[in-house]
Protein backbone atom coordinates (compact mmCIF):
# COMPACT_ATOMS: atom_id res chain seq x y z
CA UNK A 1 0.00 0.00 0.00
CA UNK A 2 1.21 3.24 -0.89
CA UNK A 3 2.73 5.79 1.72
CA UNK A 4 0.99 9.47 1.98
CA UNK A 5 3.76 12.36 2.12
CA UNK A 6 2.48 16.10 2.94
CA UNK A 7 5.13 18.45 1.64
CA UNK A 8 4.93 22.48 3.19
CA UNK A 9 7.25 24.21 0.42
CA UNK A 10 6.69 22.10 -1.94
CA UNK A 11 6.82 24.58 -5.12
CA UNK A 12 10.13 25.78 -3.68
CA UNK A 13 13.47 24.08 -4.91
CA UNK A 14 13.74 21.20 -1.99
CA UNK A 15 10.01 20.80 -2.28
CA UNK A 16 10.28 20.22 -5.86
CA UNK A 17 13.32 17.61 -5.76
CA UNK A 18 11.59 16.09 -2.77
CA UNK A 19 8.46 15.31 -4.48
CA UNK A 20 10.28 13.73 -7.64
CA UNK A 21 11.88 11.46 -5.23
CA UNK A 22 9.18 10.99 -3.40
CA UNK A 23 6.98 10.08 -6.52
CA UNK A 24 9.62 7.79 -7.89
CA UNK A 25 9.18 5.83 -4.90
CA UNK A 26 5.25 5.01 -5.18
CA UNK A 27 4.11 7.85 -2.80
CA UNK A 28 0.91 9.45 -2.89
CA UNK A 29 2.58 13.30 -3.01
CA UNK A 30 0.51 16.20 -1.22
CA UNK A 31 1.64 19.65 -1.39
CA UNK A 32 0.96 22.77 0.62
CA UNK A 33 0.51 25.88 -1.49
CA UNK A 34 -0.25 29.18 -0.75
CA UNK A 35 -2.94 31.05 -2.39
CA UNK A 36 -1.47 34.18 -4.42
CA UNK A 37 -2.80 35.80 -7.30
CA UNK A 38 -0.57 34.86 -9.70
CA UNK A 39 0.50 31.13 -8.31
CA UNK A 40 4.68 30.53 -8.53
CA UNK A 41 4.32 26.56 -9.64
CA UNK A 42 7.16 26.60 -12.47
CA UNK A 43 9.34 23.93 -10.37
CA UNK A 44 6.53 21.75 -10.30
CA UNK A 45 4.42 22.06 -13.42
CA UNK A 46 6.36 18.62 -14.92
CA UNK A 47 5.03 16.75 -12.41
CA UNK A 48 1.67 18.94 -11.39
CA UNK A 49 -0.54 16.52 -12.56
CA UNK A 50 1.18 13.53 -10.30
CA UNK A 51 0.64 15.63 -6.71
CA UNK A 52 -2.18 17.05 -5.02
CA UNK A 53 -1.44 20.40 -3.83
CA UNK A 54 -3.93 21.92 -0.96
CA UNK A 55 -4.22 25.47 -0.03
CA UNK A 56 -2.80 26.73 3.47
CA UNK A 57 -0.25 28.59 4.85
CA UNK A 58 1.98 28.24 7.59
CA UNK A 59 0.86 31.13 9.70
CA UNK A 60 -2.71 29.92 9.29
CA UNK A 61 -3.52 27.03 11.82
CA UNK A 62 -6.87 26.29 10.13
CA UNK A 63 -5.56 25.65 7.05
CA UNK A 64 -2.71 23.71 8.01
CA UNK A 65 -5.27 21.07 10.19
CA UNK A 66 -7.59 20.47 7.42
CA UNK A 67 -4.51 19.71 4.93
CA UNK A 68 -3.38 17.02 7.40
CA UNK A 69 -7.02 15.38 7.19
CA UNK A 70 -6.90 15.88 3.72
CA UNK A 71 -3.39 13.71 3.16
CA UNK A 72 -3.75 11.57 5.93
CA UNK A 73 0.29 11.41 6.31
CA UNK A 74 2.70 9.02 7.26
CA UNK A 75 5.25 11.45 6.37
CA UNK A 76 5.34 15.05 7.07
CA UNK A 77 8.23 17.55 5.70
CA UNK A 78 7.92 20.91 6.36
CA UNK A 79 10.00 22.76 4.34
CA UNK A 80 8.02 25.80 4.08
CA UNK A 81 9.66 28.94 5.07
CA UNK A 82 11.12 32.71 4.68
CA UNK A 83 14.07 31.37 3.43
CA UNK A 84 16.35 34.18 2.44
CA UNK A 85 18.41 35.56 4.72
CA UNK A 86 18.87 39.10 3.23
CA UNK A 87 15.35 39.22 3.69
CA UNK A 88 15.25 38.74 7.35
CA UNK A 89 17.02 41.74 7.83
CA UNK A 90 14.26 43.86 6.38
CA UNK A 91 11.42 40.99 7.29
CA UNK A 92 12.30 40.17 10.74
CA UNK A 93 9.30 39.70 12.50
CA UNK A 94 7.79 38.07 9.17
CA UNK A 95 10.50 35.65 9.24
CA UNK A 96 10.26 34.87 12.57
CA UNK A 97 6.20 34.35 12.36
CA UNK A 98 6.64 31.90 9.04
CA UNK A 99 10.62 30.25 9.82
CA UNK A 100 10.18 29.91 13.54
CA UNK A 101 5.85 30.12 15.29
CA UNK A 102 5.44 28.35 11.57
CA UNK A 103 6.79 24.91 12.70
CA UNK A 104 5.21 25.04 15.56
CA UNK A 105 1.83 25.58 14.09
CA UNK A 106 2.91 22.27 11.75
CA UNK A 107 3.41 20.49 14.94
CA UNK A 108 0.16 21.12 16.35
CA UNK A 109 -1.57 20.12 13.49
CA UNK A 110 0.68 16.86 13.26
CA UNK A 111 -0.23 16.28 17.14
CA UNK A 112 -3.54 16.45 17.09
CA UNK A 113 -4.23 14.81 13.48
CA UNK A 114 -1.59 12.79 12.42
CA UNK A 115 0.24 11.56 15.61
CA UNK A 116 2.18 8.63 14.37
CA UNK A 117 3.62 10.25 11.15
CA UNK A 118 7.26 10.67 10.70
CA UNK A 119 8.05 14.05 10.30
CA UNK A 120 11.37 16.08 8.61
CA UNK A 121 12.20 19.41 10.30
CA UNK A 122 13.91 21.60 7.51
CA UNK A 123 17.07 23.10 10.21
CA UNK A 124 20.08 25.19 8.75
CA UNK A 125 23.99 25.80 8.72
CA UNK A 126 22.82 29.71 9.58
CA UNK A 127 21.97 28.54 13.01
CA UNK A 128 25.69 27.69 13.55
CA UNK A 129 26.47 31.61 12.29
CA UNK A 130 29.25 32.73 13.98
CA UNK A 131 30.63 29.31 14.35
CA UNK A 132 32.35 28.17 17.72
CA UNK A 133 33.89 24.63 16.08
CA UNK A 134 35.14 23.63 12.58
CA UNK A 135 33.77 21.74 11.44
CA UNK A 136 30.18 21.99 12.81
CA UNK A 137 28.60 18.58 13.98
CA UNK A 138 25.68 17.90 15.58
CA UNK A 139 26.89 19.04 19.05
CA UNK A 140 28.28 22.24 17.96
CA UNK A 141 26.64 25.07 19.73
CA UNK A 142 24.32 27.65 17.76
CA UNK A 143 25.33 31.18 17.46
CA UNK A 144 22.99 32.61 15.22
CA UNK A 145 23.85 35.69 13.37
CA UNK A 146 20.82 36.70 11.36
CA UNK A 147 16.45 36.76 12.10
CA UNK A 148 16.69 33.81 9.76
CA UNK A 149 19.00 31.68 11.85
CA UNK A 150 17.41 32.47 15.20
CA UNK A 151 14.15 31.36 13.99
CA UNK A 152 15.47 28.82 12.38
CA UNK A 153 16.92 27.91 15.96
CA UNK A 154 13.66 28.21 17.79
CA UNK A 155 12.23 25.63 15.05
CA UNK A 156 14.81 23.22 15.83
CA UNK A 157 14.29 23.80 19.41
CA UNK A 158 10.04 23.35 19.11
CA UNK A 159 10.95 19.64 16.94
CA UNK A 160 13.37 18.60 20.23
CA UNK A 161 10.76 19.55 22.62
CA UNK A 162 7.23 17.83 20.95
CA UNK A 163 10.14 14.95 20.22
CA UNK A 164 10.83 14.64 23.76
CA UNK A 165 7.22 15.35 25.36
CA UNK A 166 5.12 13.84 23.07
CA UNK A 167 6.98 11.12 21.75
CA UNK A 168 6.73 11.98 18.39
CA UNK A 169 9.05 10.85 15.81
CA UNK A 170 10.59 13.83 14.41
CA UNK A 171 13.86 14.69 13.00
CA UNK A 172 16.32 17.76 12.30
CA UNK A 173 17.80 17.86 9.47
CA UNK A 174 20.63 20.67 9.37
CA UNK A 175 21.59 21.04 6.11
CA UNK A 176 24.16 22.93 4.70
CA UNK A 177 23.97 25.00 1.60
CA UNK A 178 22.33 23.27 -1.06
CA UNK A 179 21.89 24.72 -4.91
CA UNK A 180 20.40 23.87 -8.43
CA UNK A 181 19.15 25.27 -11.24
CA UNK A 182 16.29 25.83 -9.54
CA UNK A 183 17.73 27.97 -6.91
CA UNK A 184 15.55 31.35 -6.09
CA UNK A 185 17.35 34.11 -8.06
CA UNK A 186 18.17 35.89 -4.84
CA UNK A 187 20.80 33.32 -3.67
CA UNK A 188 24.00 34.34 -4.49
CA UNK A 189 24.77 30.86 -6.08
CA UNK A 190 21.78 31.94 -8.94
CA UNK A 191 22.18 35.51 -8.94
CA UNK A 192 25.75 34.44 -10.23
CA UNK A 193 25.02 32.05 -12.65
CA UNK A 194 22.43 33.91 -14.21
CA UNK A 195 24.45 36.72 -13.91
CA UNK A 196 27.39 35.08 -16.03
CA UNK A 197 24.68 34.17 -18.43
CA UNK A 198 23.69 37.28 -18.61
CA UNK A 199 26.90 38.84 -19.12
CA UNK A 200 27.53 36.15 -22.15
CA UNK A 201 24.67 36.78 -24.10
CA UNK A 202 25.35 40.75 -24.05
CA UNK A 203 22.12 41.97 -21.70
CA UNK A 204 24.18 43.00 -18.88
CA UNK A 205 28.05 44.03 -18.54
CA UNK A 206 28.43 43.48 -14.83
CA UNK A 207 27.66 41.83 -11.34
CA UNK A 208 27.47 43.48 -8.47
CA UNK A 209 28.70 41.26 -5.32
CA UNK A 210 29.38 41.55 -1.45
CA UNK A 211 31.87 39.89 0.51
CA UNK A 212 33.72 37.65 -2.05
CA UNK A 213 35.25 36.16 1.39
CA UNK A 214 32.52 34.27 2.64
CA UNK A 215 32.89 30.67 2.86
CA UNK A 216 30.29 28.08 2.76
CA UNK A 217 30.07 24.34 2.51
CA UNK A 218 27.96 24.20 -0.99
CA UNK A 219 26.18 20.84 -2.17
CA UNK A 220 23.11 19.26 -4.66
CA UNK A 221 19.64 20.27 -3.56
CA UNK A 222 19.09 16.83 -5.23
CA UNK A 223 21.52 15.00 -2.88
CA UNK A 224 19.97 16.89 0.33
CA UNK A 225 16.86 15.88 -0.11
CA UNK A 226 17.84 11.86 -0.31
CA UNK A 227 19.11 12.74 3.26
CA UNK A 228 16.07 14.23 4.18
CA UNK A 229 13.92 11.15 3.78
CA UNK A 230 15.96 8.49 5.03
CA UNK A 231 15.71 10.73 8.07
CA UNK A 232 12.27 9.40 8.70
CA UNK A 233 12.67 5.93 7.53
CA UNK A 234 14.70 5.89 10.90
CA UNK A 235 13.00 3.79 13.72
CA UNK A 236 14.76 6.20 15.58
CA UNK A 237 14.09 9.98 14.97
CA UNK A 238 17.16 12.09 15.47
CA UNK A 239 19.10 15.58 14.13
CA UNK A 240 22.05 14.90 11.71
CA UNK A 241 23.98 17.46 9.92
CA UNK A 242 24.14 17.31 6.28
CA UNK A 243 27.32 18.76 4.29
CA UNK A 244 29.84 17.73 1.70
CA UNK A 245 32.69 18.37 4.37
CA UNK A 246 33.77 20.68 1.72
CA UNK A 247 34.30 24.91 1.75
CA UNK A 248 34.39 27.14 -0.68
CA UNK A 249 34.96 30.69 -1.14
CA UNK A 250 32.34 33.05 -3.12
CA UNK A 251 35.23 34.07 -5.20
CA UNK A 252 35.57 30.56 -5.95
CA UNK A 253 32.50 30.23 -7.20
CA UNK A 254 32.72 33.02 -9.33
CA UNK A 255 35.84 31.99 -10.94
CA UNK A 256 34.24 28.53 -11.75
CA UNK A 257 31.08 30.02 -12.82
CA UNK A 258 33.14 32.96 -14.72
CA UNK A 259 35.29 29.87 -16.13
CA UNK A 260 32.79 27.85 -17.33
CA UNK A 261 31.18 30.20 -19.80
CA UNK A 262 34.78 31.58 -21.12
CA UNK A 263 35.14 34.78 -19.06
CA UNK A 264 37.27 36.41 -17.09
CA UNK A 265 35.71 37.72 -14.25
CA UNK A 266 37.46 40.47 -12.61
CA UNK A 267 36.34 42.27 -15.79
CA UNK A 268 32.65 42.29 -14.65
CA UNK A 269 32.71 41.73 -10.82
CA UNK A 270 32.20 44.52 -8.60
CA UNK A 271 32.16 44.34 -4.99
CA UNK A 272 28.86 46.51 -3.65
CA UNK A 273 29.00 47.17 -0.23
CA UNK A 274 24.74 47.50 0.23
CA UNK A 275 25.43 43.87 -0.39
CA UNK A 276 27.22 42.95 2.78
CA UNK A 277 25.12 41.58 5.88
CA UNK A 278 25.11 43.53 9.12
CA UNK A 279 26.50 40.47 10.91
CA UNK A 280 28.48 37.93 8.41
CA UNK A 281 28.55 34.79 8.95
CA UNK A 282 32.52 33.76 7.64
CA UNK A 283 33.01 29.94 7.43
CA UNK A 284 30.63 27.30 7.63
CA UNK A 285 31.59 23.94 7.06
CA UNK A 286 29.63 20.79 7.96
CA UNK A 287 30.68 17.35 9.15
CA UNK A 288 28.45 14.85 7.98
CA UNK A 289 29.98 11.50 9.52
CA UNK A 290 26.67 10.66 11.53
CA UNK A 291 24.35 11.20 8.79
CA UNK A 292 26.91 8.67 6.64
CA UNK A 293 27.20 6.11 8.75
CA UNK A 294 23.41 6.07 10.25
CA UNK A 295 21.56 6.78 7.46
CA UNK A 296 24.04 5.47 4.93
CA UNK A 297 24.26 8.91 3.17
CA UNK A 298 26.96 10.71 1.16
CA UNK A 299 26.75 13.75 -1.54
CA UNK A 300 27.48 12.86 -5.13
CA UNK A 301 27.73 15.71 -7.05
CA UNK A 302 31.12 17.62 -6.65
CA UNK A 303 31.50 21.70 -5.92
CA UNK A 304 32.76 22.52 -9.65
CA UNK A 305 29.70 19.94 -10.98
CA UNK A 306 27.27 21.64 -9.38
CA UNK A 307 28.13 25.41 -10.32
CA UNK A 308 28.92 24.19 -14.45
CA UNK A 309 25.51 22.32 -14.11
CA UNK A 310 23.80 26.02 -12.70
CA UNK A 311 25.61 27.72 -15.23
CA UNK A 312 24.68 25.66 -18.10
CA UNK A 313 20.83 25.69 -16.98
CA UNK A 314 21.10 29.49 -16.82
CA UNK A 315 22.80 29.71 -20.18
CA UNK A 316 20.02 27.40 -21.86
CA UNK A 317 17.27 29.39 -20.31
CA UNK A 318 18.70 32.34 -21.66
CA UNK A 319 19.31 31.02 -25.26
CA UNK A 320 15.80 29.66 -25.55
CA UNK A 321 14.38 33.12 -24.60
CA UNK A 322 16.44 35.12 -27.09
Given at each position: MSKNALITGISGQDGSYLAELLLDKGYNVYGILRRLSSPNTSRIDHIINSIELIQGDITDQSSLNEAMRVSDPDEVYNLAAQSFVGTSWNQPVHTADVTGIGVVRVLEAVKHLAPSAHMYQASSSEMFGKVQETPQTENTKFYPRSPYGFSK????????????????????????????????????????????????????????????????????????VDAMWRMVQQEKPDDYVIATGETHSVQELVEFAFSRAGLDWEKYVVVDPKFVRPAEVQLLLGDATKAKNVLGWEPKVKFKELVEMMVDADLEKLKKSK
Amino acid sequence: MSKNALITGISGQDGSYLAELLLDKGYNVYGILRRLSSPNTSRIDHIINSIELIQGDITDQSSLNEAMRVSDPDEVYNLAAQSFVGTSWNQPVHTADVTGIGVVRVLEAVKHLAPSAHMYQASSSEMFGKVQETPQTENTKFYPRSPYGFSKVFGYWACVNYRESYDMHISNGILFNHESPRRGIEFVTRKITDGVARIKYGLSNELRLGNLDARRDWGFAGDYVDAMWRMVQQEKPDDYVIATGETHSVQELVEFAFSRAGLDWEKYVVVDPKFVRPAEVQLLLGDATKAKNVLGWEPKVKFKELVEMMVDADLEKLKKSK
